[in-house]
């Protein structure tokens, strides 16, 4: 499992991005799927989820109507649209996938992570600043 982020860079709060993540190695017809991000001091939060069986979308409530998880199965590639950025939306972000990997939230969090054993990919810095 091979899994590459990219498209990040500096934005003005306000401003929009789109994430890609480039996956190999698999395909996604038996992994859930998400994103991840680290600010820094701060640790990984999920930010969006589908699980192996595909169906519904789940996002951390705070960050839902914001950004949008899509997918293109054909060509192995996941999207992330990140609009109205803001300054504490600054971080490292990643995708992930995991093996039959369905989603779900620890008690007394809001962010969604997968079961199983997760695959990280390298991350790609988003920097939201005027």
């Known amino acids: 499992v091979q899994l590459q982020a990219s498209g990040g860079g500096l934005v003005q709060p306000g401003g929009s991005l789109r994430l890609s993540c480039a996956a190999s190695g698999f395909t996604f017809d038996n992994y859930g799927l998400a994103w991840f991000r680290q600010a820094p001091g701060k640790e990984r939060e999920g930010i969006s989820c589908?699980?192996?069986?595909?169906?519904?979308?789940f996002y951390t409530n705070y960050l839902e109507g914001r950004f949008k998880f899509s997918r293109d199965d054909a060509k192995n590639i996941l999207f992330l649209q990140m609009n109205n950025l803001q300054p504490e939306d600054t971080a490292v972000y990643y995708c992930a996938a995991a093996e039959r990997g369905t989603c779900f939230r620890y008690n007394g969090r809001w962010d969604y992570t997968l079961t199983g054993q997760i695959s990280y990919g390298q991350g790609t810095q988003v920097t939201v600043s005027s």
């Open positions: 589908i699980g192996h069986f595909g169906g519904n979308t």
